[in-house]
């Protein structure tokens, strides 16, 4: 038996089940567990997303009931996928915008995220009677801060790496946008990236890493330098949760009939990234994105759904 042990949080309101490993029970880190009502409790082989937080998370129980200004409804979007995946939520620490600390910690020194996972994995073994479960898909998820750390994990996953097949980012735009698309480069050829703007993601960093990533109309981007990297800006359009919209190249939206709101003000705002100030374009899009939050509430099931890998 793991020290790490899952206990069933019997107030739960959201159908399916929710395990917490907390205090003396902890994983490596504290964690909440999401098993959609759809799960195949006997299964040996899970796919599992592995969600990495940002900022004003309290504790591990918040980190899946935050109050309404902070809500990302992660269980409600693996509920409304309809497909058997498990959230894994490891609690990273406190931090707002004035004190405390968020970090991974082990998670991310050697092999610290396999090691985390495997030990997840035993304790789910305990919890179902299933021996030797195992990963078969895994999928990293940031938002906010936690995209950051998204970055840093990858190399601490050891032999699991093999099993990493998507990268979500969620409004998680920080730091320089070359960091960014150094990443993205070494590691869009082992996994498929893609990436949300919203309006909480720094505006300089995350206009530069557009132009980066997707380019601009003078200066396109040839697709085939482009494979399973997308990025778009997360608009209040329904066209956002659709990758055939929101994915198109800034091209397909100029030349197009636009069908769709999001369509529209991509037609309207694209032109803006080959100014060179950055202001320009982001001043016009910010009244159009998504909040820091809703971002995860609207997007984490299409997400899911419209994932080939899960």
């Not at 929710?18 to 902890?26: D, I, R, V």
Request: aromatic share 10%; glycine share 10%; charged share 20%.
């Amino acid at each position: 038996m793991s020290q790490c042990k899952f206990i069933v949080d019997d107030k739960a309101t959201v159908q399916g089940t929710t395990l917490f490993a907390e205090g003396k029970h902890a994983c490596t880190k504290e964690t909440g567990v999401y098993l959609p009502p759809n799960h195949q409790d006997k299964s040996g082989k899970l796919n599992v997303i592995l969600w990495l937080h940002g900022y004003y998370v309290k504790g591990i129980r918040n980190l899946l009931n935050p109050s309404s200004a902070y809500e990302t409804t992660l269980r409600q979007g693996v509920l409304a996928s309809k497909k058997d995946v498990v959230l894994v939520a490891p609690w990273l620490g406190y931090r707002d915008l004035g004190s405390g600390s968020i970090g991974l910690g082990k998670l991310g020194e050697g092999k610290g995220c396999q090691l985390y996972l495997e030990e997840v994995l035993s304790a789910l073994s305990d919890f179902h009677g299933v021996k030797n479960l195992q990963i078969n898909t895994l999928v990293i998820a940031g938002h906010s801060a936690g995209g950051l750390m998204m970055r840093d994990v990858i190399g601490a996953l050891g032999g699991l790496k093999q099993n990493l097949k998507e990268c979500w980012g969620f409004d998680c735009i920080y730091g320089p946008a070359s960091t960014w698309s150094e990443w993205i480069r070494t590691n869009k050829t082992k996994a498929k990236l893609y990436f949300y703007i919203a309006n909480g993601s720094n505006k300089i960093s995350a206009v530069d890493l557009i132009k980066k990533v997707n380019g601009t109309l003078k200066k396109p981007i040839f697709c085939q330098s482009r494979q399973n990297i997308f990025m778009a800006p997360a608009l209040k359009a329904y066209g956002t949760l659709i990758d055939r919209i929101a994915f198109q190249s800034n091209e397909e939206f100029q030349i197009k009939f636009a069908t769709d709101a999001y369509e529209m003000m991509r037609k309207e705002v694209d032109p803006l990234l080959d100014d060179p100030k950055s202001n320009k374009y982001w001043q016009k899009i910010y009244p159009y994105l998504k909040g820091h939050f809703e971002v995860v509430r609207d997007l984490l099931a299409p997400r899911i759904q419209q994932s080939s890998m899960l």
